[in-house]
């Protein structure tokens, strides 16, 4: 295959390569996105444009037509890339995800498509922000559910129709309006309850409930499956949300457990909307979104006794590093109860 062709065909092979590794569908979409994201800016530069004028290039309808010669790609051009990304303010971890992608990209080139380098083996990862993850209060955790499964005021409220495109002005009695609350309260109770990822949240089918011991199963990274529990409240959500899951219903719904209001497999950026909309019921509580949940989860389990190895398994961490930020968090919340608690601090 010749490096010299279009921005399209060369994305198309990478995809069909992440898949053929078996790699999941999540990270795949956030590389093929990655890549794309920076062959967008390497059409543009002055070295890998190929026969048109740079104005001409930069109209986004012609993205996926416009020539590219991978070859000719340099270090130069990923770090030009790089310093754009710190300039619009991406996030050291979205950075090093980015990188990550571009250099299975060139990995991919160098195998398939007959790169003598892979330019992208240089680049240095950033050190990851220290700073500690942003979690919710036990009372806080406990109001942001409620506030779902709280009749809105109006359809402009937290709950109301509005937020998924439906016109506004539902009344509380409406068959739609109020599944929708059992829906969100069940989103919101599952993802503290279980700590999940909301990629993990939205992955689950109806089949992956196991209503009798309380347990669902997970999908997580690397395809690794494992067992997550949850406890009494959640299952009340679950259940008052599944005996109304029949009104999104559709044609498209499948096994999906939690559908949007069109009837499909609810998306991560609605969950994401729904956690940050119902959360500015308390203004005294941190924005958060679901890993805000899944960051607070695990803080508060730790608080209360929980094995740092039990919370590991119930992440699905891969290594304990990733877990002991939790350890850091818990330390900090007694060190503030103790400045503001003892007589001598």
């Known amino acids: 295959m010749s490096t010299s062709t279009t921005v399209a065909e060369v994305v198309s092979g990478y995809a069909d390569h992440l898949r053929s590794r078996d790699v999941s569908e999540h990270t795949a979409r956030a590389y093929v996105s990655d890549v794309t994201d920076f062959l967008d800016h390497a059409v543009h530069s002055t070295k890998v444009r190929l026969g048109k004028r740079a104005e001409e290039q930069k109209r986004p309808s012609q993205m996926e037509t416009a020539r590219i010669d991978v070859a000719a790609i340099e270090l130069d051009d990923l770090r030009s890339w790089l310093i754009a990304l ?36 240089r680049l ?92 669902i199963t997970v999908l997580g990274k690397g395809n690794k499956e494992r067992r997550v529990p949850f406890g009494a409240p959640a299952q009340r959500a679950l259940d008052a949300w599944l005996s109304v899951r029949h009104l999104f219903a559709g044609p498209d719904s ?74 850091h968090v818990s330390m900090q919340r007694l060190q503030e109860t103790y400045r503001r608690a003892h007589p001598r601090a």
């Open 254 to 327: 499948g096994e999906a457990l939690f559908l949007g209001v069109r009837g499909r497999r609810i998306g991560a950026r609605q969950v994401r909307e729904l956690v940050h909309r119902y959360g500015t019921d308390d203004p005294s509580a941190p924005d958060i979104g679901p890993h805000g949940l899944r960051h607070s989860a695990a803080t508060h389990m730790l608080d209360r006794g929980a094995d740092l190895r039990q919370i590991q398994e119930l992440l699905g961490h891969s290594t304990m590093s990733s877990t002991q930020i939790y350890t």
């Open 124 to 215: 240095r990862t950033p050190k990851k922000d220290s700073r500690l993850p942003t979690v919710l209060k036990p009372h806080q955790a406990a109001e942001l559910i409620s506030a779902a499964e709280a009749p809105p005021s109006d359809g402009s409220a937290a709950g109301g129709p509005a937020a998924e495109g439906r016109s506004p002005g539902g009344s509380d009695d409406d068959p739609l309006d109020a599944a929708k609350r059992l829906r969100d309260a069940a989103i919101l109770e599952m993802l503290y309850a279980t700590a999940v990822r909301v990629s993990e949240l939205t992955d689950l089918d109806r089949s992956d409930v196991d209503h009798r011991s309380a347990m």
């Open 86 to 121: 710190d300039d619009a303010g991406a996030a050291k971890s979205t950075v090093a995800r980015k990188i990550a992608a571009v250099r299975s990209f060139f990995a991919f080139g160098v195998n398939r498509l007959g790169l003598s380098n892979n330019p992208a083996a």
